[in-house]
């Protein structure tokens, strides 16, 4: 198995072609339009549980804006510097002078016309940051990003194994679900590694080999 699974991370970036909208097709639609400039808005704040799909949608969102060019910034955490496109993660951990210099960023933004996008883990109402921030952050549009519940992840999973070439049977789709880690990259990982791990053997994809899979990726992060 050492030989089989030196990478169990996923193997695409965080675009939002491969984001698994579901509940979010209005957010994601909002997005597209406003990097391309069909909208007016610039400034976007999501918020939603640990695991939702924040941090992939900002991610995805600076990576379409530099692929067109255009000069962009993330930061988890913590402020980036100025850009075109400007993506602050997790929104929530920021000290006291850091929300200073969102503020300030955020303003910077507005004035230039530039996109900024915000994600934390509650509403803007609900935030514990300045009075002046959490205003900000909402008179752009608020989104909750709704995660996927199980039986939409199994549906993901499935349409994952049919675009690489084999079918997933649905006891080994359970037990994935039961066992392995729940956010939705994390799945997909471990299902490229059983089908890298079922190639190798030429065996079909079952439970016996996911456990094999799951107890490397387990002894891996120890």
């Keep these: ?11 695409s970036q965080p675009t939002l072609d491969n984001f698994v909208a579901v509940r979010n097709l209005e957010l994601l639609s909002a997005l597209r339009h406003a990097l391309a400039g069909s909208s007016s808005e610039r400034s976007f704040y999501l918020w939603g549980e640990t695991g939702s799909g924040k941090s992939h949608l900002l991610q995805a969102c600076v990576r379409a804006a530099s692929d067109a060019r255009r000069n962009t910034t993330y930061a988890q955490g913590s402020v980036p510097q100025f850009a075109e496109v400007a993506a602050v993660d997790d929104v929530e951990r920021l000290d006291d002078a850091a929300q200073i210099g969102l503020f300030d960023l955020y303003n910077r933004m507005r004035d230039s016309g530039g996109m900024l996008l915000v994600s934390g883990k ?21 989104y909750q990003v709704h995660g996927l519940n199980d039986a939409e992840k199994a549906e993901a999973l499935s349409q994952h ?33 059983l089908d890298e ?4 053997l030429h065996r ?19």
Excluded: C
Aim: hydrophobic share 40%; proline share 8%; charged share 20%.
């Design 1 to 11: 198995m050492s030989q089989l699974l030196l990478d169990i991370a996923p193997d």
């Design 122 to 142: 509650q509403a803007p109402l609900h935030l514990k940051l300045r009075d002046d921030l959490r205003t900000r952050l909402g008179w752009g549009l608020v």
């Design 161 to 193: 194994a049919q675009a690489k070439g084999f079918s997933l049977p649905p006891e080994v789709t359970q037990y994935l679900l039961r066992h392995g880690n729940r956010d939705l990259p994390s799945l997909m990982a471990a299902l490229d590694a």
């Design 197 to 200: 791990h079922s190639l190798r």
């Design 204 to 222: 079909a994809p079952s439970v016996p080999l996911l456990k094999e899979v799951l107890q490397y990726i387990s002894g891996s992060k120890t």
